[in-house]
């Protein structure tokens, strides 16, 4: 299927319809928000070639994080208060320390 017949099958949502009483209560006074979830794109590398991703993934960016500094990152999401990571990539597993840096967000809470 091409791209344009897979939009109009498809078609993009220019908006969502409006919520059934369903709203964000404002933060209590005095209190800090913080991020409940990071999405982190742990590496762009992929030994897959998806049509849907395009050319986004394949190599790993040149400056993608070292070990430490991923561990470093996971600390300091902690120290955030995300409660929730998701690692992402490209394939995150094509990275050999992603266990390690999993672990590592589990530990950390
Ligand atoms: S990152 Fe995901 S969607 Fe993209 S080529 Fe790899 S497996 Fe496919």
Redesign the pocket.
């Known amino acids: 299927m091409k791209l344009r017949e897979a939009r109009r099958r498809l078609p993009v949502v220019e908006s969502l319809p409006p919520g059934r009483g369903r709203r964000v209560l404002p933060p209590p006074r005095g209190a800090v928000q913080r991020p409940a979830l990071a999405v982190w794109e742990f590496t762009r590398a992929?030994?897959?070639?998806?049509k849907?991703?395009g050319p986004?993934?394949?190599v790993a960016r040149p400056d993608e994080l070292t070990t430490e500094e991923a561990l470093r990152l996971v600390d300091e999401l902690a120290e955030l208060g995300v409660g929730e990571v998701a690692l992402i990539?490209?394939?995150a597993y094509l990275r050999a320390d992603v266990l390690g840096s999993s672990d590592a967000s589990a530990s950390a809470g």
């Open positions: 992929c030994d897959q070639r998806c849907a991703c986004r993934a394949g990539g490209g394939e």
